[in-house]
């Protein structure tokens, strides 16, 4: 009960607040960028609470939640009439199908049932990571917060969102359902700005704007072409189809797997931090060469200078496209920007700061993206994975008027920010600008397409081939995402060693595992000295003296008085052998647990 509340008063909260600072904003967008603005601001609320402040997370959000109600009481006795909710009956089944069809592919690849984790393939690897991230602040001790599979290093990764969801776990609800949920919502107001954002560039014609949100879904890479040389004319293994065959860089495939669905499947707190961007780009499209109240200009700078822990990528997007809009404004409103530059930089410079000092610092000139031998590489690169993208945007810029331009600048320097420098210590990390760019580029492409069906039947039928290629690869993606199999991971109560672990140790207590990912341990909300070395490693840390530590410890070399010692039977790990000497551990601790799966040691 506690979860729904919150989740009810930070929707309200947020959209008071989009009310309050930008009235001229149609409900609907408010609505969607209300739940994310609320969400997004208690959710760094309830960080410092916890971090800096010390508070338990049960009693910041306690404070919180009587806060934001005393206000919500206040607002609504002065001023309720102030906010006239009304959507037409196109954007109330547009908002209603959105949802539904959001909750679908959250639910397919990620549900629970009889105390089980079902995850779909595709997010296997990354789910291994944010599972053990927001039970160790719902069910453990993360007040300071470090890696909880990596206990001796702090968390630099961005972080928020799985903190979002353990809060609203620690609240009553299911961790399955609140990742789902926030996931769902965060899909269609993303959905729902992309369509505002399209009214505000073309005028309110619902045919770009839907058109707009289907490319979504889709893509326009010519990874087709891979899935009719594998399958040719058989209809029925298309229906079928299961794997991503655009697969770089982690397959053969030139295609990237970046520009389908899976990405945003399994990367949840970047969904969330675009429908922050696109609030911002919404917001500042809309006012640019008018005169704007300036706590309004504040507090967008507020929201673009909280990002970094939110997604440290999309703030670096989010400034570059505040830039290439502003430097198309008037001249003389140069000025106007300051207000919101100087908090967006302020407020994140900490954060940046924090971040760089803990991880091997990776910023350089890195040409090429992921394609660096020659430029003829690189042209052939991209011709492969935008496709007919190359045809249908220039032409929708084209056919667009100078008003409706105004994101052709800031996607171009998306495109160039990520093809010259490295920002993290992955240079595929990058991704994330060209995935911003492309939820521009298609606003043209919808554009484009709307425009030439208007002509006579020749130009109708170029018009359908081009649909049709813009969207047959991302067609292909999203049956893998229907026909993708599932892992099975066994939750407490389920599995009676996490049931120990939960009920009889000590939130704050460490183990040294012979596990890897998916480690029972930091399933349970407890945290490990090592996991998987890879994990780590996109995150810039150095963590040879951690595994050091666990083969030392592991083989009885060294004593650990203060942590745990587990030892799995069955460790499913691929890439290393680890030695654990039983017979000295049994010599220099005592049995504390032990079943047929794990033997616990602890002195």
Request: charged share 10%; with cysteine.
């Amino acid at each position: 009960m506690t979860g729904i509340f919150f989740f009810i008063l930070s929707l309200c909260t947020g959209v008071i607040i989009c009310h309050h600072f930008f009235p001229n904003l149609r409900c609907i967008e408010k609505l969607a960028a209300g739940f994310l603005i609320g969400n997004y601001l208690n959710g760094t609320l309830l960080v410092i609470c916890s971090t800096l402040c010390g508070l338990s997370l049960h009693m910041s959000l306690w404070i919180l939640l009587s806060i934001e109600l005393f206000f919500l009481i206040i607002w609504l006795i002065k001023s309720y009439k102030a906010l006239h909710i009304s959507v037409s009956l196109y954007e109330l089944l547009l908002t209603v199908l959105l949802l539904f069809i959001s909750y679908y592919l959250m639910d397919k690849s990620f549900s629970y049932q009889n105390g089980t984790f079902y995850i779909a393939s595709n997010l296997y690897q990354d789910l291994g990571v944010h599972i053990p991230m927001i039970r160790s602040f719902s069910l453990g001790y993360n007040r300071q917060p470090v890696i909880p599979f990596f206990s001796e290093h702090p968390l630099t990764y961005h972080y928020v969102f799985d903190f979002l969801v353990a809060v609203y776990e620690k609240s009553g609800i299911r961790l399955v359902d609140a990742f789902n949920v926030l996931s769902c919502f965060s899909m269609t107001a993303v959905l729902i700005l992309i369509h505002s954002l399209s009214g505000a560039l073309f005028g309110r014609r619902n045919g770009v704007g839907a058109l707009a949100v289907l490319l979504f879904f889709t893509n326009s890479t010519t990874s087709f072409i891979e899935a009719f040389q594998k399958y040719g004319l058989h209809i029925r293994d298309y229906y079928h189809h299961s794997m991503y065959l655009g697969n770089g860089p982690f397959g053969d495939n030139v295609v990237s797997v970046f520009w389908n669905m899976n990405t945003y499947l399994n990367q949840r707190h970047f969904l969330f931090s675009i429908g922050i961007t696109l609030f911002v780009t919404i917001c500042l499209i809309t006012v640019i060469n008018k005169p704007v109240p300036f706590r309004s200009r504040v507090f967008l700078g507020v929201l673009i200078g909280l990002l970094p822990f939110w997604n440290s990528a999309i703030y670096i997007a989010t400034l570059i496209i505040s830039f290439g809009i502003g430097i198309q404004s008037d001249r003389k409103r140069w000025a106007s920007y300051i207000p919101m530059v100087v908090p967006a930089l302020l407020i994140a410079l900490p954060q940046i700061v924090f971040i760089g000092t803990y991880t091997q610092h990776a910023f350089k000139f890195n040409p090429g993206f992921l394609v660096t031998d020659s430029f003829v590489s690189w042209l052939f690169y991209w011709v492969r994975n935008f496709g007919i993208s190359l045809v249908t945007v220039p032409l929708g810029i084209y056919f667009s008027t100078k008003k409706s331009r105004i994101l052709v600048l800031p996607f171009l320097l998306l495109f160039l920010v990520a093809n010259l420098f490295q920002f993290s210590f992955e240079m595929a990390s990058n991704h994330k600008f060209i995935n911003m760019m492309i939820l521009f580029a298609n606003l043209y492409s919808a554009f484009c397409i709307v425009f030439l069906w208007k002509h006579g039947v020749a130009v109708k039928i170029v018009t359908g081939v081009f649909l049709f290629f813009l969207i047959v690869s991302g067609v292909l993606d999203l049956l893998v995402v229907k026909n993708d199999v599932k892992a099975t991971i066994v939750d407490y109560p389920g599995n009676p060693f996490m049931s120990w672990v939960v009920n009889r140790t000590k939130p704050t207590d460490i183990f040294v595992t012979n596990g890897d990912i998916y480690d029972p341990v930091t399933i349970s909300g407890r945290k490990t000295t090592t996991g998987r070395a890879h994990t780590a490693f996109t995150y810039g840390i150095d963590t040879k003296e951690d595994v050091l530590l666990q083969r030392e410890v592991l083989e009885g070399l060294i004593e650990v008085p203060n942590k745990y010692i587990a030892v799995y039977v069955d460790t499913h790990i691929p890439t290393q052998q680890i030695v654990v000497n039983t017979e000295r551990l049994r010599d220099l601790y005592q049995t504390v647990y032990a079943d047929t799966s794990v033997t616990v040691y602890h002195k």
